[in-house]
């Protein structure tokens, strides 16, 4: 319920919960929760039930399944070293603190993080729109059949989420979301989207 909560309030300020006796509350301006796990297919979808499918739960997440379930052994677990450029480029994000908008008074700019704000191009914006008209027929193609049009309810967002991780370049740089990108995102996106359908 939390996570659920949290994916859908990146705009917004959640306010933390407060205990009697204790520190005063937290509160997370624009969360922005992003989990990693791995594990296999039996394990994710033995765990889940047929409320995570229709609420919207799994309809969060990005699974992919590897080709192969049973890869042979590898000697060479020595990991070698990040390539330099990457690491330079994650540390210019991670210094990166966008500007806030032309006006904000000098408090409420220190007072929480103000989103850079990215474009997208013409061509990219057609791509996205017939990507979000194709959801919607896949949903309203399995309506009713165990909660499988949740898993389409979200997809065009997620593709938008991907374009823009896809679209980020340099630190501090505009970000412009074009076509080849949005392509990509939305290939990928209804690819993990009929693979959940499938497995569900």
């Given at each position: 319920t939390l996570f659920t909560k949290l994916f859908s309030s990146a705009s917004t300020t959640m306010l933390g919960r407060e205990y009697a006796g204790k520190d005063e509350r937290k509160d997370y301006d624009?969360?922005?929760?992003?989990?990693?796990?791995?594990?296999?297919?039996?394990?994710?979808?033995?765990?889940l039930t047929p409320s995570d499918?229709?609420?919207?739960?799994?309809?969060?997440?990005?699974?992919?399944?590897?080709?192969n379930p049973d890869p042979d052994p590898r000697d060479d677990l020595e990991a070698p070293p990040p390539p330099p450029a990457l690491v330079e480029k994650l540390k210019a994000w991670h210094a990166y603190t966008p500007e806030p908008p032309e006006g904000t008074g000098d408090i409420a700019a220190m007072l929480r993080v103000w989103p850079a704000v990215c474009e997208v191009d013409d061509d990219a914006a057609?791509?996205?729109?017939?990507?979000?008209?194709?959801?919607?027929?896949?949903k309203a193609k399995v309506r009713g059949d165990r909660g499988l049009d949740s898993?389409?309810?979200?997809?065009?967002?997620?593709?938008?989420?991907?374009?823009?991780?896809?679209?980020?370049?340099?630190?501090?740089?505009?970000?412009?979301?074009?076509?080849?990108?949005?392509?990509?995102?939305?290939?990928?996106?209804?690819?993990?989207v009929r693979g959940l359908v499938l497995a569900v």
């Open positions: 624009q969360p922005n929760v992003c989990l990693y796990g791995s594990t296999v297919p039996g394990t994710l979808y033995q765990g499918i229709s609420n919207g739960f799994l309809s969060r997440m990005l699974v992919f399944t590897a080709s057609a791509v996205f729109k017939t990507f979000r008209e194709q959801a919607r027929k896949h898993l389409w309810a979200r997809a065009a967002e997620r593709a938008w989420k991907i374009a823009l991780v896809g679209s980020c370049g340099e630190a501090g740089q505009a970000v412009v979301i074009g076509r080849d990108v949005a392509s990509y995102a939305v290939e990928l996106t209804e690819r993990l």
